[in-house]
């Protein structure tokens, strides 16, 4: 048996009452670059060869049900590049007349990539970088952001130390660019919100293999000492993006204490045992579908054609620039699984939505928590408020 959305539903007899569904065929790509990087710390991270690719087929599948009955149709070209074979690749899919690109890349390339889209009259969905300055000074009109920044993700956890009362913060942070990147954001959420970082230290990659003896025996002779004669503090947070470090803290500080950001607790936009406010039937549809859990990446890319089959099925349009005005209007809304509909910032293009704190098994917590308020919507105390926003891309 099928479960329907009660929005789906809604959707289908609104337009069908109104008489003026129109046959539209959509088509759209998820341009994924996977770039050379060193093994993940664990097997369990090695990622799927359907990485986001599994996301748009449950969004084709679930935008269909709704466009089966207003004549709508939708089809979702999947590519998967390096990063000298993207321009190429999205060049190929704008000649192709696809003008709808959901992008899984890093900062530099989905800003080069979404400048290419631009002069051919594409709208971009990025579901992957996490970078504040796309939300900020870098942004782009074209590029709508799934993906929750480093602002987000801090803010979230920040939200829940200081609801836990732990204001005393031991900030370590790797060394890499992306890193030192989330480290600010880090520093920020701590004066946002009146927690005070005690001590910050910087762990040192040094290229060395992440699963092999010099990963996890050198770390066990590292850390302890690294972390020994700390500021009296009441979290570890960690600032890890690279993914060398922090899932090791839990059980080799000097003196033990939480950990939390990209150790311990890590803040997450989806995951696979997330069975909230109805994720069981999305868990179990995508599992039914690609015979695996679901990982941060499938649901940016199912939000972001969840987007376009909003759009195409309350406003009749496929086009770009309709598509962009329709997600950033006061009348657009999605059901995301987690317990309020999820609307885009109309100043930055940003997708506003809860943040899941997760262990490793099990959603410990949502942010934003109980009692942070905000004069617009509780969601926009993560990450830039409009005020804090340098983006004009949109006025």
């Known amino acids: 048996m099928r479960f329907w959305h009660a929005s789906l539903l809604a959707a289908i007899s609104s337009v069908m009452t109104a008489g003026s569904a129109l046959a539209i065929d959509v088509k759209a790509a998820v341009l994924r670059i996977d770039y050379p990087t060193l093994l993940p710390i664990s097997r369990y991270d ?33 590519v998967a590049v390096s990063p000298e074979e993207a321009d190429a690749a999205m060049a190929q899919i704008l000649a192709d007349g696809i003008k709808l690109v959901v992008i899984l890349s890093r900062t530099e390339d989905l800003l080069r990539l979404t400048d290419q889209a631009a002069a051919a009259g594409a709208l971009v969905f990025n579901a992957r970088a996490a970078d504040n300055a796309l939300r900020d000074d ?13 602002g987000m993700m801090a803010d979230a956890v920040a939200q829940f130390a200081v609801w836990k009362k732990w204001t005393d913060w031991f900030l370590i942070s790797g060394s890499n660019p992306q890193d030192i990147a989330l480290a600010e954001a880090y520093r920020k959420a701590a004066r946002k919100f009146g927690a005070e970082i005690v001590e910050e230290r910087s762990f040192e990659d040094t290229g060395g293999s992440r699963r092999t003896d010099s990963g996890h025996v050198l770390v066990q002779r590292q850390l302890p000492a690294f972390t020994q004669e700390a500021e009296e503090h009441d979290v570890v947070i960690a600032a890890d993006e690279t993914d060398y470090f922090a899932r090791y803290l839990s059980y080799h500080l000097w003196t033990p204490r939480p950990v939390m950001g990209s150790g311990g607790l890590v803040p997450t936009t989806f995951h696979g045992a997330h069975e909230a406010y109805g994720a069981t039937q999305y868990q179990t549809r995508f599992e039914e579908l690609t015979g695996r859990y679901a990982k941060p990446e499938d649901y940016n890319v199912w939000l972001a054609l969840r987007v376009v089959g909003e759009a195409v099925t309350r406003a009749n349009t496929a086009a770009p620039d309709g598509v962009r005005d329709y997600a950033i209007s006061d009348e657009f809304e999605l059901a995301a699984f987690k317990g309020q509909k999820v609307t885009f910032r109309n100043w930055n293009g940003q997708l506003r939505q809860p943040v899941l704190l997760y262990d490793g098994t099990i959603t410990v917590s949502v942010s934003p928590q109980d009692g942070f308020l905000h004069q617009t919507s509780p969601l926009d105390t993560m990450g830039l408020d409009r005020p804090e926003s340098s983006c004009t891309a949109f006025e």
Request: hydrophobic letters at 35%; charged letters at 15%; proline letters at 7%.
């Open 46 to 78: 090695l990622p799927p060869a359907d990485l986001g690719f599994a996301g748009a087929a449950l969004a084709d599948e679930d935008n269909g049900t709704t466009g089966g009955f207003l004549g709508h149709t939708y089809e979702t070209t999947t």
């Open 138 to 150: 870098a942004c782009r009109g074209n590029l709508l952001h799934t993906a929750p920044s480093h």
